[in-house]
């Protein structure tokens, strides 16, 4: 398993495509968003707008690199017969699914450190030292949650059915969940039901550490609940390709 964990990252820092949209692109929307942005506060909380962006699109960039990059390479993959390969080795379903989820984690860290120092130089966002580095901690780990998805959709879609249904997921998830709105904004009927979405909880980490205080139980309780749906689903679904093999 550590052997695949290397190759991954390996082969992922090598797709400079993929990593140039995945790190400058959240940047660059949190500029486009937030920069007309003046300098109030979200409706409804004590946060100010550009810290509000800043968690947002950082937790946004972590999603992307994540979630899109596990969801179309794995289904290239199966249709390559690369997965098929590692069948012949001793690597465990979850082996195979960790690695994944371990990968993409390094591609998170530097679209999340990129927001940071892009939102403190444009929007003169300022923390305690000790709110940064618990920010860059609760938002990349939070992201395994959608790497562990990612890995879901690559073996439950086909190579042409991938794309369309990880950007309909990707753009739902990101809008309900208050990446690229605050919910505060949402009819009360919708901010019901977007307060149990993934990506809501993903969002509530990063507000609570900026406002001073620890992440919320509740949301740390959704975000580990869908881990354990994703990560076990992922598993599940290779043992399955397996057998159909």
């Not at 968003?33 to 810290?51: E, F």
């Not at 505060?184 to 509530?204: C, N, V």
């Amino acid at each position: 398993m550590n052997t695949l964990i290397k190759l991954e990252i390996t082969r992922t820092l090598r797709n400079k495509k993929f990593m140039f949209f995945s790190v400058v692109y959240p940047a660059v929307l949190f500029l486009v968003i937030a920069g007309p942005q003046g300098d109030g506060r979200v409706p409804g909380t004590r946060l100010g707008l550009g810290a509000f962006y800043m968690v947002a699109m950082a937790s946004f960039g972590a999603l992307t690199a994540v979630l899109m990059g596990n969801s179309e390479k794995i289904a290239k993959e199966r249709e390559k017969g690369w997965v098929r390969q590692l069948r012949l080795t001793a690597l465990p379903g979850r082996g195979y699914v960790l690695a994944k989820i371990a990968s993409s984690g390094v591609v998170a860290l530097p679209s999340i450190l990129i927001v940071f120092v892009v939102a403190g130089i444009s929007k003169g966002v300022r923390l305690e030292a000790w709110q940064w580095l618990a920010l860059t901690g609760v938002i990349w780990a939070g992201s395994l949650v959608f790497a562990a998805l990612g890995v879901a959709i690559g073996y439950l879609a086909s190579g042409d059915a991938v794309r369309p249904i990880t950007m309909i997921l990707y753009f739902a998830l990101s809008i309900l969940g208050g990446l690229w709105l605050p919910t505060t904004t949402y009819p009360q009927w919708l901010q019901d039901i977007t307060e149990w979405l993934p990506t809501h909880a993903y969002a509530g980490l990063g507000q609570a550490v900026e406002l001073g205080g620890s992440p919320h139980l509740k949301d740390v309780a959704i975000l580990v609940g869908y881990f354990a749906v994703f990560a076990g689903g992922a598993a599940w679904l290779y043992r399955k390709d397996t057998l159909k093999a």
